[in-house]
């Protein structure tokens, strides 16, 4: 089983900033995909960022521009940079690490954009 281990969640304020971090076993991480996806209460997990092996990085359109996803290799570990944050950002945020044949999620981190 391959664990992966997230922190940086918490809560902030509107228009803030958060990075979220997810740290993977070496041996598989660099031959990975991986992306960052969120569940609001009371709603369908969504896609937020991915980041190819290669680097390669997509978005959607509702956090392009505010979130910016990137990886360290060395350091076996992924972040998502959140920036300008507002309510409807506040929700779970789960990484998922993907290989050709498997993919594999984290525990989830609690992010709450509140005044």
């Known amino acids: 089983q391959v664990q992966l281990v997230e922190s940086g969640g918490g809560l902030v304020q509107p228009g803030g900033s958060l990075r979220l971090s997810c740290t993977a076993p070496?041996?598989?991480?660099?031959?990975?995909?991986m992306g960052w996806y969120r569940q609001a209460p009371g709603k369908q997990r969504e896609w937020v960022a991915g980041i190819a092996r290669v680097g390669t990085v997509n978005y959607p359109d509702s956090v392009k521009g505010r979130f910016t996803i990137s990886r360290d290799n060395a350091k076996n570990t992924v972040y998502l940079q959140m920036n300008s944050l507002n309510a409807d950002d506040t929700a779970v945020y789960y990484c998922?690490?993907?290989?050709?044949?498997?993919?594999?999620w984290g525990q989830g981190t609690q992010v709450t954009v509140s005044s």
């Open positions: 998922k690490l993907s290989t050709m044949t498997r993919s594999y």
């Open positions: 070496g041996s598989i991480f660099s031959i990975a995909g």
